[in-house]
């Protein structure tokens, strides 16, 4: 028997391994390609629920309560509010003042 150096025992040995490390990759990324798949379905119900679950819980919490109605009613000054503003100081300047008819 011829006594093999250990470069040669070393190249064998990544010889041998690569293959093997092929099938394992291989059988890896189909694997989890598979579990994905049917785990991305699941997830993205999960999401939609969560969703809706927030949308729906933030709404019955601020619809159903006197909090809604400040929010409304302050809604309803700010923009009275910036009607007036803009009319005052923007467009009062360019338009001449309206007369009622007798």
Known sequence: MTD?????????GIVRAIPWALVFSLTFLISMKIFLAMLGHE???TIAFTARTAINT?????????????????????IEYTVE???????AQYVKPMRAKK
Do not use: C, P, R, W
């Open 58 to 78: 933030s709404m019955d919490a601020v619809l159903d309560s006197a909090v809604f109605l400040k929010i409304k009613q302050n809604t309803k000054e700010a």
């Open 85 to 91: 503003t803009v009319n005052k100081e923007l467009v």
């Open 43 to 45: 997830v993205k119900k």
């Open 4 to 12: 093999k150096s250990y470069g040669q025992i070393l190249t064998e």
